[in-house]
């Protein structure tokens, strides 16, 4: 072509574009578009090989297209580029208009990228503009508008003649991009309009059987379903029920259509119902039957419009959730405790501690000064029982006959130990048959829990459990803030360190057993489950109803009493301590554990795990100072 006079180059371009434009809008589909696109660039360009590289919805191009080789195009077709290596590409080398040329002096560091390529070695270019097997030559395709959106790369490869395109060459391959690009841009349009109107014939199908559909879906449905109206005088009454609601309900067809669910609902779920949305609404509460008991159930709302503009209809499904409701409540109770003890676990425990502390105004600032208090008002812990010279102690966490060599501070121990992982085998609340008899051994009499401090009541939901947002006051919980903005939280605080000031706080007291360790070792995990069950045992029995007592992992167990002074605290620490030391039989045999107490308290600004560590380093202290270590019997 570019052998020629300009003026017949010209001319002879001009047709060559016209005849391959034209083509582009005789296809009938997109695929047919793409492929025509690169037979027209092989056809009437003057290009050996061409490849049209299209935009994916996630970005990458993909080879929708190639022409000039059987071979190359089985090797590449439906492959794919990222789009990250093509704007790489598309920078490159030479700019020649819209088109991108890389040499081959510069392309070579191309061959091992992720763009599907077909190339073919050959000897250097013997004078300056000779074609070499591993130029490329890239024109991209922009969205038609005036913007730079882009729809596809072509790129093409091995120009007759073996020269690279001149100026002419350039023109009309620019040229037949852009009217490409306009080609792809209306093959698109018109499959998206193909496909509308496929949507739209099989929606006018649909919408021709949807009132048998629905007829039978409604009235052979396995769970309830109901029909109200929507706005007037008579809203929300029952205009059609299907007969599994009627047997739910056990009520008669023609008798629920003189109700609305306002009549049916239990009085205390009249908020939830009213609260519920017409549109995509839920709701559980409970409906009456005809023998005046109540049963759970779960409402779901979806407005139907009758016909255009027509009235509207309130579409509701009923559905029994009256075993879900009570295994919901035994799952929580799983999720929340112990299942070795019966007890609140470390997870419980620290959503309890959290529900009574608050991020009052400057308690980042002053957190670390808040606890530095508590521990000087209470001889806190000053770095002399730290982690140096403290071996931790794979299992329980216990000390072994010989000292204290085997505790490990909070936080920092390698797990929580074998008890309480295997102890599917004891209940919660051992009985005579579960291999060991609960007792205090001969001439020890049984403890009276602790009366000193008068016992306070925890507020519960409809549901029997405690509410997780309770603020406590200075005796106890105060129910009506539990469900109180911040605003209306009571702060806690530490106790002052003069024990007659009156002054009183939630005390968190950490206990670790002293000598379980050698028990496990000695007399098997299942002496030990079971002097884990039999300590709980005390420990609940030693404080009042509204306290919490919690096992944190291993033999350690934290309890939580608010409403206690210095004093009452530390009578606290002793009493339980007393009602563990006695012999626990198992077995047939006597063992004793003792323990170690370190009492914390809880004060508005602290995390939860400042104060359950302030509890441990205590604990530690205390551990450490004591003279004698308790034997066990055996």
Same mark, same amino acid.
């Given at each position: 072509?570019?052998?020629?006079?300009?003026?017949?180059?010209?001319?002879?371009?001009?047709?060559?574009?016209?005849?391959?434009?034209?083509?582009?809008?005789?296809?009938?589909?997109?695929?047919?578009?793409? /492929?025509?696109?690169?037979?027209?660039?092989?056809? *009437?360009?003057?290009?050996?090989?061409?490849?049209?590289?299209?935009?994916?919805?996630?970005?990458?191009?993909?080879?929708?297209?190639?022409?000039?080789?059987?071979?190359?195009?089985?090797?590449?077709?439906?492959?794919?580029?990222?789009?990250?290596?093509?704007?790489?590409?598309?920078?490159?080398?030479?700019?020649?208009?819209? !088109?991108?040329?890389?040499?081959?002096?510069?392309?070579?560091?191309?061959?091992?990228?992720?763009?599907?390529?077909?190339?073919?070695?050959?000897?250097?270019?013997?004078?300056?503009?000779?074609?070499?097997?591993?130029?490329?030559?890239?024109?991209?395709?922009?969205?038609?508008?005036?913007?730079?959106?882009?729809?596809?790369?072509?790129?093409?490869?091995?120009?007759?003649?073996?020269?690279?395109?001149?100026?002419?060459?350039?023109?009309?391959? /620019?040229?037949?991009?852009?009217? %490409?690009?306009?080609?792809?841009?209306?093959?698109?349009?018109?499959?998206?309009?193909?496909? %509308?109107?496929?949507?739209?014939?099989?929606?006018?199908?649909?919408?021709?059987?949807?009132?048998?559909?629905?007829? /039978?879906?409604?009235?052979?449905?396995?769970?309830?379903?109901?029909? %109200?109206?929507?706005?007037?005088?008579?809203?929300?009454?029952?205009?059609?029920?299907?007969?599994? !609601?009627?047997?739910?309900?056990?009520?008669?067809?023609?008798?629920?259509?003189?109700?609305?669910?306002?009549?049916?609902?239990?009085?205390?779920?009249?908020?939830?119902? !009213?609260?519920?949305?017409?549109?995509?609404?839920?709701?559980?509460?409970?409906?009456?039957?005809?023998?005046?008991?109540?049963?759970?159930?779960?409402?779901?709302?979806?407005?139907?419009?009758?016909?255009?503009?027509?009235?509207?209809?309130?579409?509701?499904?009923?559905?029994?959730?009256?075993?879900?409701?009570?295994?919901?409540?035994?799952?929580?109770?799983?999720?929340?405790?112990?299942?070795?003890?019966?007890?609140?676990?470390?997870?419980?425990?620290?959503?309890?501690?959290?529900?009574?502390?608050?991020?009052?105004?400057?308690?980042?600032?002053?957190?670390?000064?808040?606890?530095?208090?508590?521990?000087?008002?209470? *001889?806190?812990?000053?770095?002399?029982?730290? $982690?140096?010279?403290?071996?931790?102690?794979?299992?329980?966490?216990?000390? @072994?006959?010989?000292?204290?060599?085997?505790?490990?501070?909070?936080? /920092?121990?390698?797990? $929580?130990?074998?008890?309480?992982?295997?102890?599917?085998?004891?209940?919660?609340?051992?009985?005579?048959?579960?291999?060991?008899?609960? +007792?205090?051994?001969?001439?020890?009499?049984?403890?009276?829990?602790?009366? =000193?401090?008068?016992?306070?009541?925890?507020?519960?939901?409809?549901?029997?459990?405690?509410?997780?947002?309770?603020?406590?006051? +200075?005796?106890?919980?105060?129910?009506?803030?539990?469900?109180?903005?911040?605003?209306?939280?009571?702060?806690?605080?530490?106790?002052?360190?003069?024990?007659?000031?009156?002054?009183?706080?939630?005390?968190?007291?950490?206990?670790?057993?002293?000598?379980?360790?050698?028990?496990?070792d000695r007399f098997g995990h299942n002496t030990g489950d079971a002097v884990l069950i039999e300590v709980a045992r005390r420990l609940n029995t030693g404080v009042r @109803?509204?306290?919490?007592?919690?096992?944190?992992?291993?033999?350690?167990?934290?309890?939580?009493?608010?409403?206690?002074?210095?004093?009452?605290?530390?009578?606290?620490?002793?009493?339980?301590?007393?009602?563990?030391?006695?012999?626990?039989?198992?077995? =047939?045999?006597?063992?004793?554990?003792?323990?170690?107490?370190?009492?914390?308290?809880?004060?508005?600004?602290? $995390?939860?795990?400042?104060?359950?560590?302030?509890?441990?380093?205590?604990?530690?202290?205390?551990?450490?100072?004591?003279? $004698?270590?308790?034997?066990?019997?055996?």
């Amino acid at each position: 072509m570019e052998t020629e006079s300009e003026p017949y180059v010209r001319l002879a371009t001009l047709r060559q574009l016209h005849d391959v434009v034209g083509e582009l809008n005789t296809a009938r589909s997109l695929a047919d578009t793409l /492929q025509t696109v690169a037979d027209g660039i092989v056809k *009437g360009l003057g290009y050996e090989l061409a490849c049209v590289n299209l935009v994916q919805p996630d970005g990458d191009l993909v080879v929708a297209a190639f022409a000039g080789n059987a071979a190359a195009e089985a090797l590449i077709t439906g492959r794919v580029g990222a789009r990250a290596s093509w704007e790489r590409r598309l920078s490159m080398g030479e700019s020649w208009g819209d !088109l991108r040329y890389i040499p081959h002096t510069e392309g070579w560091i191309l061959l091992e990228d992720d763009v599907p390529q077909w190339y073919t070695e050959g000897p250097d270019p013997r004078f300056e503009d000779e074609w070499h097997p591993q130029d490329r030559l890239y024109a991209p395709m922009y969205a038609p508008g005036g913007g730079r959106e882009l729809l596809g790369v072509i790129s093409v490869d091995r120009p007759r003649g073996g020269r690279r395109p001149g100026p002419w060459g350039r023109e009309a391959l /620019q040229m037949y991009a852009s009217q %490409a690009a306009i080609a792809i841009s209306n093959a698109r349009l018109r499959a998206n309009m193909q496909r %509308a109107l496929v949507r739209l014939e099989r929606e006018q199908q649909a919408l021709r059987a949807s009132e048998e559909s629905f007829r /039978q879906a409604f009235e052979y449905a396995p769970s309830g379903m109901a029909i %109200a109206e929507m706005g007037g005088d008579q809203h929300g009454r029952l205009l059609r029920t299907n007969d599994a !609601l009627c047997r739910l309900l056990g009520r008669s067809a023609s008798a629920i259509r003189r109700y609305s669910f306002s009549d049916l609902v239990h009085p205390e779920d009249i908020g939830t119902l !009213l609260r519920t949305s017409a549109e995509g609404g839920r709701a559980e509460l409970r409906l009456a039957r005809r023998d005046n008991s109540y049963v759970w159930v779960s409402l779901r709302n979806s407005v139907v419009a009758d016909t255009t503009d027509g009235p509207r209809f309130l579409l509701t499904h009923v559905e029994d959730i009256e075993e879900r409701k009570r295994n919901e409540l035994q799952l929580a109770h799983r999720a929340s405790h112990d299942s070795l003890t019966g007890l609140p676990n470390s997870a419980e425990l620290r959503a309890r501690l959290s529900a009574r502390l608050c991020e009052r105004p400057g308690a980042v600032a002053m957190r670390e000064s808040a606890a530095q208090a508590v521990d000087k008002a209470f *001889g806190g812990y000053e770095g002399a029982y730290g $982690t140096n010279g403290v071996n931790g102690v794979a299992g329980n966490g216990g000390y @072994d006959e010989g000292g204290y060599g085997g505790v490990v501070p909070y936080g /920092q121990g390698p797990g $929580t130990g074998y008890n309480g992982t295997s102890g599917a085998a004891y209940a919660p609340v051992p009985h005579p048959g579960a291999g060991y008899e609960p +007792g205090y051994g001969p001439g020890y009499e049984a403890y009276e829990p602790y009366e =000193g401090y008068e016992p306070y009541e925890p507020a519960y939901d409809s549901y029997g459990d405690p509410v997780p947002e309770r603020a406590f006051q +200075g005796d106890g919980y105060d129910p009506s803030s539990a469900i109180a903005p911040l605003d209306h939280h009571v702060h806690i605080v530490a106790p002052g360190a003069d024990p007659d000031d009156g002054s009183k706080g939630l005390a968190v007291l950490f206990c670790d057993l002293d000598g379980f360790k050698s028990i496990n070792d000695r007399f098997g995990h299942n002496t030990g489950d079971a002097v884990l069950i039999e300590v709980a045992r005390r420990l609940n029995t030693g404080v009042r @109803d509204g306290d919490t007592v919690a096992r944190l992992g291993g033999d350690e167990f934290v309890v939580l009493a608010d409403g206690l002074g210095a004093t009452d605290a530390a009578d606290l620490a002793v009493r339980l301590r007393n009602a563990i030391i006695p012999p626990i039989r198992v077995d =047939g045999r006597a063992v004793r554990v003792g323990a170690s107490f370190g009492i914390g308290w809880a004060s508005c600004g602290m $995390t939860v795990e400042e104060v359950l560590k302030s509890a441990d380093q205590r604990m530690y202290i205390e551990k450490r100072s004591r003279k $004698t270590v308790h034997r066990r019997a055996g």
